[in-house]
């Protein structure tokens, strides 16, 4: 059974940073494409980051290019979500996302606040 778990959300002041990471199981990560996303209340759950199976390839949305950073350790199941210089606007829930053919799998998402 596919297990994805996200941590490290929490509520930080604008200008922080955090770290999320999404421990992944019961399916062959080394060989998945994994992504983050996020929700906001009253909004549609948006497309973040993702990366490739290697860790060579990474796309993210314009809105956080050049503050947020995707990775992954194949070595631990776990793909992560650096995010810095964090904005208000920024906070949201946020999910990982396992994509397949016949439905994704999704984490049960981990919340950041960003607020002073």
């Known amino acids: 059974q596919v297990h994805l778990v996200e941590s490290g959300g929490g509520l930080v002041q604008p200008g922080g940073s955090l770290r999320l990471s999404c421990a992944a199981s019961?399916?062959?990560?080394?060989?998945?494409?994994m992504s983050w996303f996020r929700q906001a209340p009253r909004e549609e759950r948006r497309f973040v980051a993702g990366?490739?199976?290697?860790?060579?390839?990474?796309n993210y949305a314009d809105r956080v290019k050049g503050r947020f950073t995707i990775s992954r350790d194949n070595a631990r199941n776990t793909t992560y979500l650096q995010m810095n210089d964090l904005k208000p606007e920024d906070t949201a829930m946020y999910y990982c996302?396992?994509?397949?053919?016949?439905?994704?799998?999704w984490g049960q998402g981990t919340q950041v606040t960003v607020s002073s």
């Open positions: 996302k396992r994509p397949r053919s016949d439905g994704d799998d």
């Open positions: 019961g399916f062959t990560f080394s060989n998945s494409y």
């Open positions: 990366i490739d199976k290697t860790g060579g390839a990474t």
